[in-house]
């Protein structure tokens, strides 16, 4: 009878211990699991953030080279071979007679595609931090809209709802004169916001 009870102990002893490794192993694995996930989270939230980041200063340089002033003669032919093949209806000699409005349209196109990069970037940014960072780009975009405007009204006149040296200040940086730029403040402005926003998101 003894050695029955003492059968069935070590039987219950050895289920216990093997329960109890078993729950460990389990632990250690859940534990593992939770750490791996985290690791993933993180990776992904910095890769989102820089591009997220880069995209916005891209975007920032993007907006300078269309409100840059000058306009070289190469800049000039390019624009000529963007319309010919844009627009075959117009004459060689029409586009000649004034391409500056297609050399401006053609450096838009470089904004357009550092605005769509943005927006990929930002749904992202958007499931990771809901849609806090949507309100923080809100004012970049306002910038750009009223740039684009602006552009349409210099070169439209039909269009124009703005004075002139308005709309000079917002085409041409450096409008207002050295240290006066007011429109490039309030785009460097709207990205530090986003850019401060991104690395406290990261801290």
């Not at 003492?6 to 490794?21: M, R």
């Not at 490039?184 to 406290?200: F, H, L, T």
Request: aromatic residues 12%.
């Amino acid at each position: 009878m003894e050695e029955f009870i003492n059968s069935h102990c070590y039987l219950l002893l050895k289920d216990v211990v093997t329960f109890l490794i078993s729950l460990g192993f389990f632990s250690i694995a859940y534990k593992g699991l939770k750490t791996w996930k985290d690791q993933i989270k993180g990776v992904k939230m910095y890769e989102i953030s820089y591009n997220l980041n880069y995209s916005i200063f891209k975007l920032r340089e993007a907006i300078k080279r269309v409100r840059n002033p000058a306009i070289w003669p190469s800049e000039n032919y390019k624009a000529i071979q963007y319309v010919k093949i844009k627009y075959p209806e117009k004459t060689l000699e029409e586009i000649k007679k004034d391409s500056n409005p297609y050399v401006y349209e053609m450096r838009w196109e470089k904004i357009k595609i550092a605005s769509t990069e943005m927006n990929s970037y930002l749904l992202g940014a958007e499931v990771l931090w809901g849609t806090e960072i949507l309100d923080l780009i809100k004012p970049l975009n306002n910038k750009i809209t009223e740039l684009n405007i602006a552009l349409s009204q210099k070169f439209d006149p039909i269009q124009q709802t703005k004075a002139n040296d308005k709309i000079f200040n917002i085409v041409y940086e450096g409008g207002e004169g050295a240290g006066k730029d007011t429109f490039s403040k309030e785009v460097d402005e709207a990205i530090q916001q986003i850019s401060d926003y991104i690395k406290r998101k990261l801290s």
